[in-house]
């Protein structure tokens, strides 16, 4: 992969845009997700002290984790467009098929075992197709060069 001479504005906005619809798609499906996951809102805010008091607040680790991943994979993404024609509709392609034959399978192996329920299963996988799509289109339109 080629790294070097990377369009960075590029990468750092379909990070960006990955990440704000990381942020819209569990707001949306939330409660639906947390109900698969098995989580409260309690899990989500917090656990309480045996007290019933506030308890540990939530931590933001896995906000700073996902904006990293968001960026991580458009810099993977932009790598990976660096070998091709790159347009929105080739990003697109080049997305789908990352899914397809990365992501997806991943995440069906590890919720079979698991045993998950496959609602969780399509949200997830539905959230990173769209992440996956988004970084395709915007460093598509955007160009991979410097």
Do not use: C
């Not at 409660?31 to 506030?54: R, T």
């Not at 540990?56 to 790598?79: D, E, H, R, W, Y």
């Not at 069906?108 to 539905?126: K, W």
Request: glycine share 16%; no cysteine.
């Amino acid at each position: 992969m080629v790294f070097a001479g990377l369009n960075w504005l590029a990468i750092f906005a379909a990070g960006g845009v990955a990440f704000g619809f990381g942020a819209l798609w569990y707001g949306l499906l939330g409660k639906i997700w947390m109900k698969a996951a098995g989580l409260s809102e309690e899990d989500i805010k917090g656990k309480k002290d045996q007290q019933g008091g506030a308890g540990q607040k939530p931590t933001p680790l896995p906000f700073i984790l996902a904006a990293l991943a968001s960026l991580f994979m458009a810099i993977t993404m932009a790598g990976f467009m660096a070998h091709m024609v790159v347009d929105v509709r080739h990003g697109l392609i080049t997305a789908g098929l990352v899914w397809a034959g990365f992501i997806l399978p991943a995440i069906l192996v590890n919720y079979s075992f698991q045993m998950r329920p496959f609602t969780l299963t399509v949200i997830d996988a539905g959230h990173w197709l769209g992440v996956l799509l988004l970084i395709g289109a915007v460093i598509g339109y955007m160009g991979v060069g410097a």
